[in-house]
């Protein structure tokens, strides 16, 4: 069976516009939940006492620091899954659309 340049390249092109599509899934599907929650941990360690990251700090009457609440923002399990899936189909894109490069650049190189 031979397969003619001209329908070689057009199996190239449908590959292109299906992978940018795939690739621009984050654009097209917006995450639309919410993106971060607060971790809150009640009298932490000491070590894991930093008032730059948000931890709150109190003085007792007598002068003595006492942590009260470590809260950090952290991403949602529905935001990771949507990283996940966004990513999955940009790597499936991408490889569509080198695909479909390869194919209609293997289409230029068949003669008639």
């Given at each position: 069976?031979?397969?003619?340049?001209?329908?070689?390249?057009?199996?190239?092109?449908?590959?292109?516009?299906?992978?940018?599509?795939?690739?621009?899934?984050?654009?097209?599907?917006?995450?639309?939940?919410?993106?971060?929650?607060?971790?809150?941990?009640?009298?932490?360690?000491?070590?894991?006492?930093?008032?730059?990251?948000?931890?709150?700090?109190?003085?007792?009457?007598?002068?003595?620091?006492?942590?009260?609440?470590?809260?950090?923002?952290?991403?949602?399990?529905?935001?990771?899954?949507?990283?996940?899936?966004?990513?999955?189909?940009?790597?499936?894109?991408?490889?569509?659309?080198?695909?479909?490069?390869?194919?209609q650049i293997l289409?230029?190189?068949?003669?008639?």
């Amino acid at each position: 069976m031979d397969i003619s340049p001209q329908i070689l390249n057009i199996i190239g092109l449908v590959f292109d516009m299906i992978g940018a599509w795939l690739v621009a899934s984050e654009v097209t599907n917006k995450f639309s939940d919410k993106k971060y929650e607060k971790n809150v941990i009640e009298n932490p360690k000491e070590e894991e006492i930093n008032e730059k990251d948000g931890d709150v700090v109190m003085s007792d009457l007598a002068g003595n620091n006492s942590i009260v609440t470590k809260a950090r923002t952290i991403e949602t399990k529905a935001y990771k899954k949507w990283q996940k899936y966004t990513y999955k189909y940009m790597q499936i894109g991408l490889g569509c659309l080198t695909f479909g490069f390869l194919l209609q650049i293997l289409s230029n190189c068949i003669s008639l």
